[in-house]
């Protein structure tokens, strides 16, 4: 079974430039989530989606930050301007269904971005 | 906002020896689950625990939760060299799952 896919893996770019992050993950899995994991520290949740409407996105910074989930399937996260705390590696991960949150979430190798 | 927090922040013991690290949220929950990270990698699910269970075990892996004191803990027996990675309990309040700052565990050969 192909595990969640995640590109470019890494990233380096100017601040206020702009870039996007896609993911594409496990097939069939109707939740799809991305993280904001600061070096060393948990990961964050930015954005949840069911299928391709958004569950949760109240931590996700809107000024800034977009993502959607065109189809239902793979989806894109962007940045645009990006700041310096930006810096961070970013986490897709899916799961089988919300399940109450019971289900067990696969994330992919992630997206490490550094804004300079 | 984070709703877990381990601790220890970083935990180093020898191998063979068990490694405990503990996990204490503010708000109730519905489950609580624990998940590792190897250094450059994603998260890897390990272990997910019930509200209405008390302790669950899974190979060498011992979780255990305590709603009242709002804590769980996870125990690895006879730790190995492979162990070495950070450990994070995934707490569920409501509609989203929550991660804690984790532990660092490293094991010393």
């Known amino acids: 079974e192909a595990g969640v896919a995640q590109s470019p893996r890494y990233k380096i770019i100017e601040k206020r430039q702009s870039v996007a992050f896609w993911c594409n993950p496990i097939?069939?899995?109707?939740?799809l989530y991305w993280y904001q994991q600061i070096l060393g520290q948990g990961p964050k949740l930015l954005i949840q989606?069911?299928?391709?409407?958004?569950?949760?996105d109240s931590q996700l910074p809107k000024d800034r930050f977009s993502a959607e989930r065109l189809k239902g399937v793979d989806s894109t996260l962007k940045i645009q301007p990006a700041k310096l705390e930006d810096s961070a590696v970013y986490l897709c991960?899916?799961?089988?269904?919300?399940?109450?949150?019971?289900?067990?979430?696969?994330f992919g190798e992630g997206s490490r971005l550094t804004v300079l | 906002s984070q709703q877990g927090e381990e601790d220890p922040q970083a935990l180093s013991i020898q191998e063979g020896e068990n490694a405990t690290m503990n996990c204490s949220y503010k708000?109730?929950?519905?489950?609580l689950q624990w998940y590792r990270q190897n250094s450059g990698r994603g998260l890897v699910h390990l272990i997910l625990?019930?509200?209405?269970?008390r302790e669950k075990h899974s190979g060498r892996l011992r979780v255990t939760l305590d709603t009242s004191k709002k804590s769980s803990s996870l125990l690895i027996t006879a730790s190995r060299a492979a162990d070495t990675a950070s450990y994070f309990c995934?707490?569920?309040?409501?509609?989203?799952?929550?991660f804690g700052k984790g532990t660092r565990l490293h094991i010393l050969p």
């Open positions: 708000t109730s929950i519905n489950n």
């Open positions: 991960a899916s799961s089988l269904e919300w399940a109450g949150g019971t289900g067990e979430l696969f």
């Open positions: 625990i019930r509200s209405n269970e």
């Open positions: 989606f069911q299928n391709n409407g958004v569950v949760d």
């Open positions: 097939s069939g899995h109707a939740t």
């Open positions: 995934a707490t569920v309040p409501d509609d989203k799952i929550i």
